[in-house]
């Protein structure tokens, strides 16, 4: 019991002590002493075991924020350069598209130039054909015409005359001046209507 009964006296004895005025601000300087013994051993373990542990690990964010920093960078460039091609390609792409319009204004209008020549020599053509074929009805018609006006001529001839043109020959002479006067007559009508 003596050694419970120690500790207890000094407590008593720490109890009893007063400490006045300014000194109560101020420690004992062996607490002094011992709090910077203390102060000190934490320091030097904190400065070579965990400052350098924080240090590393700040050095390593540095690290991987500076990586970011520059691998952000380089996809901005990359992004720019991307960008740049880009708008290359569509300026070619517009370019090429003006072109290709360009070219089919000039094949529409090269097209729509030989149609239009096709279409004036098909015209001409046809108005040949047509011209040709009227004047071969035309003279097929005179043809027929003047073996008509023949036949009725040398019918009437006969029945004027009182003969017969049973002659070919004979019957041709009378047909080819009868046809004669009448495109003589026909011609002097025809200067005389002008």
């Known amino acids: 019991m003596i ?4 500790p207890a006296a000094s407590i008593l004895a720490a109890e009893t002590e007063t400490v006045e005025g300014w000194r109560l601000l101020v420690p004992a300087s062996y ?3 011992w709090s910077t013994v203390v102060l000190i051993l934490i320091a030097v373990v904190f400065s070579k075991l965990v400052l350098p542990k924080f240090q590393a690990v700040l050095d390593e ?5 500076e990586g ?3 691998q952000a960078a380089t996809a901005q460039e990359e992004a720019a350069a991307a960008k740049a091609e880009y708008e290359q390609q569509l300026q070619d792409a517009r370019t090429e598209a003006a072109k290709i319009r360009e ?3 000039a094949e529409a209008t090269a097209i729509v130039a030989e149609s239009r020549a096709k279409a004036t020599a098909e015209q001409a053509r046809i108005a040949e054909t047509a011209q040709r074929q009227i004047e071969a009805e ?4 005179a043809v027929q015409l003047r073996a008509d006006v023949g036949t009725l001529a040398t019918e009437l001839a006969s029945k004027i005359v009182g003969e017969s043109l049973a002659d070919e020959a004979r019957r041709s002479r009378v047909v080819e001046r009868f046809l004669d006067e009448l495109d003589a007559q026909t011609t002097a009508t025809a200067g005389k209507g002008n």
């Open 68 to 70: 970011g920093l520059a």
């Open 3 to 6: 050694g419970a009964a120690l």
């Open 103 to 105: 070219d089919a204004r």
């Open 31 to 33: 607490d002094l002493l």
């Open 138 to 141: 035309r003279q097929q018609a």
């Open 61 to 65: 964010r540095t690290e991987k924020i």
